[in-house]
């Protein structure tokens, strides 16, 4: 089938199953969302679907459909044409890792340039132009031209999107697109989202926000420590008093996974993300300006555009409108 078909993922560490048996589908012009609390596995679930694993884990599928390719047996190099092109991704860490030394024209460009080399010159600009126009960028031309600094967070993620969108994949997957943003900004990129899918995308869209998701996904996948504990049309599931939820909420928001983590052992409640984020950000926004890693060179602003995958998942965030 077009857009996604996954049964049976798995996903393991080094201390066993991460995820186990996620079932899922997504049609052209559908968008599913993920939730579930921190750590239950929403990203390395995302990842998996453009075989970006990180190292050290395992994985495998029962079955792994994506844009009628069956893409559970495609080799690296098979992978590198296939991630961009037929699937991108928006990673949860892209908006304060995009190159700041590249222009977002450049950055928009870029799967173009990898996966369609016959695109050239004038229609690379056309195609970098009719990208922005899609996210609905003001001002096109003028953005295309500046760098990441220069844009608020809410344009900065509309470029990332259109970036994943400019090699005119059919599956695209958007990890916490929102979590970040403004109130007023979430709410026009939740638009943009639902939009892409209108458009006839595969919009995987991964969330830890109910109500965000309930503005944008036709139909919800609810995960829980690795595995599907319910899944449905979105107001169905939202509306259901969950199993999930009720446990999250007597845990303080936290799986067990997370909790094991020395961040949650110091605080019995869970701090909200978005204030660590910030926190966060701003270190990392002086650290960058001083001493921009070397990573960067490689560009590519997480959007899984063939070449990117070394991108750390710690899931910084920005938080500008
Ligand atoms: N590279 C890795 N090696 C080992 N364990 C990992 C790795 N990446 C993630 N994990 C673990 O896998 C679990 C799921 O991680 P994942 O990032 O998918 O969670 P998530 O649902 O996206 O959470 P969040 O809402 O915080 O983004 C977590 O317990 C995490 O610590
Ligand atoms: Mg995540």
Known sequence: MSGVRVRGLRIGGPEGAIVRHLDFDVSPGECVAIVGESGAGKS????????????????????????G?????????????????RIALV??????????????????AEPVRIHEPSVRGEAVAA????????????????????YPHELSGGLRQRAL???ALSARPTVLVAD??????????????LELIRRIADDGVAVVFISHDLGAVARVADRVVVMQEGRVVETGVTAEVLASPSRSRHARARRGGVSRAARAHPAHRRSAVHRPRRDQALRRTGRRRRRLVRDPPR??????GGVGIGQDDARSSRGRRDHRG
């Open 69 to 85: 390719t069956a893409a559970r047996s495609l080799t690296e190099r098979q992978w590198r044409t296939f991630r961009g092109r």
């Open 176 to 189: 916490e697109p929102t979590t970040a943003l403004d109130a007023t900004v979430q709410a026009r990129v």
């Open 295 to 300: 990573s960067y060179s490689r560009g590519g």
């Open 161 to 163: 999107i259109a970036s």
């Open 91 to 108: 990673s949860q860490d892209a908006l304060v890792s995009l190159d700041p030394l590249r222009r977002i024209g450049a950055e928009v």
């Open 127 to 146: 195609r970098v132009r009719d990208s922005l126009e899609r996210v609905s960028m003001p001002e096109p031309d003028e953005r295309a031209r500046q």
């Open 44 to 67: 390395l679930s995302a990842r998996a679907l453009l075989g970006l694993v990180p190292d050290g884990l395992s994985w495998s599928a029962d079955e792994l459909e994506i844009d």
